[in-house]
């Protein structure tokens, strides 16, 4: 009973959108790096290094690539990503802090490792291995009844990376690790830190928003609600309430001295852009200012492939990279954005069927690691380009160009889909 | 282990919610908000306004009066200027530094990052003298522009000239397509026909990307517009005439004007003194417009146009038609030159009929017209029976398109001045005044006043006996032919019958023994010419001197009127004038025993008046 085969235990439906996001993607980089002075007809009478000066040529090369390592992911016997993920996970470690010794700066960030002609970002496969590590130690432990120690351990396991890429300069990449949190949160952690988390942001920006004077005023009214309205806190928990009270209190003072001390000069801009973004139209908000127009031009239908007038003509910066969502704004309107998103709804829900239909907890943990890690991105991303979240330099998956950022999105994917077919050989067996 | 799988809803909660949260933020900067597709194309589409060819003006005989040569504005654009080497920079372009200090200023002031002009109206060789230098400053750019240039020097008065619009203007609806820096028609003929001679702007809708590069037309020029050149204009003037009348006039102050009386086409408009259109042109034309505004012989000021004269003694042919009109007096009817009522000019045989009169231009008879005119008794008392008078004959007045704007395609045209018995209840009060205080109309004094194209077209009713069509400068606008309200007969109120009573008197006044317009005479190379002199009194001095005919009295084709300013008795210098003028029309030269004539009247008016009327 060997014989079944993969063609029959692969995750199709996954792989089908997979192949779609990619495909869709390709095109749009063409349109993002098409310019009208160089004819699609030059293509068939250049060399190879004449072809690789195409963003496009060199996505499809990328993508030719990600096939070969989907080939071998899927080779690889499932157990290895089980038993190899704290090597792979040490092995990211010491890159990283490699390259945070060796790397030269490029755009302010240390976090490019040179190979002859390509370039690689280590930080984009951190993600995979930290999932992997992570998934792993969850195996071993009960989260929920698990003793602090263990949840320590586990906290230290997914900071590691990003501290190490923080200090590469790469901020944008390092907050990805926080969608970690929902898969922890899968597997029993306290919904009291989401919540928690979730009120603290509110009150970051409500304080950014918002005259302090007001906030203090706001919060105490609420304290002296509960208190009031509820007296066994008054008479048994007012150490906790006091405490809280002092804590949101600090924050509200605090996040002045964090924006002003701690934030760098360009991470101020962007989260003043974000809360104000005609502040300064030709200056730090260009990129929103142009990116908005873009995907606002679009209309419902778009202006068509190619036809995009703010694409082509090079208002939106990074356009085939980071910006990529606009140009799919642009030309293909409403109607195409609603389809990418789309796109990213199916893949995430699949991504999550296929994570709950695992056996093991670390299959399973794995798979809710992907999810959120996609959805973290495509919800920074998109966010950003329609002015809804801060300028973060992260990737679209599968739509942004470059190497590094498809490669270790089809990694981090196919990883789930190489043990998801094991899981039914497995059965079989 | 139930409890945690529920767990999954909500993080695919949390998914769903952000998905959602960003389709409702596409929909509406996509589809519901309309400013980012404007903010779109504000950020690509560049407009390039293309400037028309602006029409020719061609004279009669199909010759270029007024053409078009390219000129440069040097502009600059203030960011840009770097290091300026000032001292280098005004050597260059010959001016001084305090101007080209306030040049910049001004162009700051307008625009730190738009071209705005420096020096305008360049020639080529200026150009040519600056260009290669012009490298080592930057923000300084050359633009070519069209510049009216002139083929003739005279009737500057009729043609106008082109200027630059004033900030003033665009604050006015009239010129909401122009722009700073614009070009339009300041003054006559360039002003009038602006509309026709502008033509239709060209607009270019181009794409530029973020550096403003240029990539190409916009949707394959789907709204682009070509510019259309502006429609060519044929003017009436002979330029023969006209040269010979700026010359005859040389050295006075006055007007002459020439019409076709069968069509109204002016053939030509002189208004002394005069001065070369050419002025108002190119480099330092402001600078030569402030010297020709503070001439106290006013050049600029439009005679034929706008000086309101009394015709004087020509007028007494107006009452003449009326009172036949109104069946007053026949043409043998005949009046005693009485001297009692009023002075005559001199003294002449009996005015036993209206030709002798005429040839006389006597007074008496006139005053004894018009005051069969105005008191027939339509009431017995003679306040009112005047005022009741006045009010008919001012009825029949305006008739002759007296009183009125002629709507002559200039601007700036006044309507004179025929008085109502309105008028004078106002200065006497009602029932306060009579005839007596009225008769100076009779003879064309007092408080009448005509424009001397009013004048011109007043001979063209008689040379027509009793139609005019307003006079014009363009007899085709393109080859579409005049403005149509130019081929519309205007009828007077007074029968054709009427003018041929009067036309003989005024043969006789030019062609009969002892007349008074003899010097107008053209007899002896076989015209008969038609006229009446006048001798203009008025508050300024002497008196201006007044001719209006027109010739062949038989079958007219050139009417004619003449102001000459403090000149005196009208028939040593006006009619002379006029008499030259429509002998160079109609034989297009003048006979050798009148040259001496041609060489005495160019020069002062004061050479026509003797000694004694000299105050």
Redesign the interface.
Known sequence: MNQVRYSRSIDWVTLLIYLTMVGVGLLNVYAASYSADVPFERVFSADWSGLMAFNWFKQLVWIGVSVLLIMVLLVIDHKAYDTFAYVLYGGMIVLLLVTLVIARPIAGSRSWLELGPMRLQPAEFAKFTTALAASRFMAGINLRQQAFKQQLVLAGITLLPPLLIIASNETGQALVFGAFLLAYFREGMSPLILLVLAAAGLVLILSLLVPKLWLVGAFTVILALVLVLNPRVLRHHLPLAAGVYAVVLGMVFGVDFFYNNVLQPHQQKRIEVLLNPSADPLGVGWNVTQSKIAIGSGGLAGKGFLEGTQTRFDFVPEQSTDFIFCTVGEEWGWLGTMTVIGLFMALIFRVIFVAERQKSVFGRTYGYCVASIIFFHFCVNIGMTIGLAPVVGIPLPFFSYGGSSLWSFTILLFILLAIDAYRKQDLVR | MQY??G??F???G???A??V???V???H???L?G???L???R??LQRIVQMPYRGVIYDRNGKILVQNTPVYDLMVVPREVKKLDTARFCQLLQMPVQELRDGLRAAKIYSRVKASPLVQNLSTPELAAIQDNLIDFPGFSVKPRMARSYLTQNMAHALGYVGPVSPTMLEKPKYAKYVPGDFLGISGIESYYEKELMGRRGVQYR?????GIE??AFRDGEFDTLSVAGQDLHLSIDPELQKYGEYLMQGKKGSVVAIDPKTGEILAFVSAPSFDPAMLTGKGSGNRYMELLRDTARPLFDRPLAAAYSPGSVFKLVNEAIALQEHVVTPYTGFPCNWKLVRCTHRHEYPANLTIATKNSCNPYFYQVMFATVRQGRSPSKYEDVALGLADWRKHVTSFGLAQHLEVDLPGERMGLIPSPAFYDKRYGHHRWTYKTIYSLSIGQGEIQVTPLQMANLMCIFANRGYYYAPHFVRSIGNRGPLSRYRQRHYTSVDSSHFNAIVPGMVAVVDGRGGTGEHASLLDVGISVAGKTGTVQNYHGIDHATFGGFAPANDPKIAISVFIENAGFGGSSAAPLAGLMMEKYLRGKVAPWRHRWEEWLPGSADRFVSKRNRR
């Open positions: 945690l799988e767990r999954k909500v993080v695919l949390i998914f769903l952000v998905a949260v960003f389709a933020r596409l929909f900067i996509q589809v908000d400013s980012y597709k903010a779109a194309d950020n690509t794409m530029v990307n973020v550096r990539k190409g």
